[in-house]
């Protein structure tokens, strides 16, 4: 699988109105020119604004693919295109979500990386697509991308390649523990709850959906 970093995205502060009060999101990113640096628990210079569900050293980055824009922009031709459209940090050719694993080590640049977690849509994606109808979009096209953990600090700059380092061995994809996450098999959660590299929120919405079940 070639992949390769098609825009590297950050974003400044937005106000928008919901539930009739204002809350500031960073999920309008935009395409930069210069290298971005990933650090530890976020990326130098983006803005997160909400801390409980994004960044921390589990969701340091979010990566989309670029091959699934033109599904997307079929879909709303109305919006504004642009790399960074789902929020991303990362635009990147050939990601492919049914072949990335939790645990997966990732070189992107100068910096090492480890999959962690699919993204789980909020309604700031709704939002900012003008139409809430999209997270159930998202949900029912199930290439939701991955959040990184950053081993390894650098910086990553468009048309940079990115190699795969390490597969991890349980070999749960991304969208194996999407699909569990919205379409629940009992027998299949515990497996992967269980694994050490999943991100901690993650683990957590599989241990409350397994309890409600059981």
Known sequence: MLMKVIAVNIATPKTILWGGKEVQTGIYKTPVSYPIMLEKEDVAGDTVT???????TDKACYAFAANHYPYWKKRYPELDWNWGMFGENLTIEGLDESVLHIGDTLQIGNATVQ??????PCYKLGVKFG???VLKDFITHAYPGIYLRVLQPGTVKTGDPVEIL????????IREVFS??????PDHIPQIIAH?????????DLNRILSRLT
């Open 196 to 204: 050490p590299l999943l991100a901690e929120s993650c683990r957590k």
């Open 115 to 120: 999959v962690t977690q699919p993204r789980q």
């Open 50 to 56: 909400d801390r409980k569900h994004h960044g921390g």
């Open 180 to 185: 569990l996450l919205y379409n629940p098999i």
């Open 131 to 133: 139409n809430q109808g």
């Open 166 to 173: 390490h597969h991890d061995p349980e070999r749960f994809s």
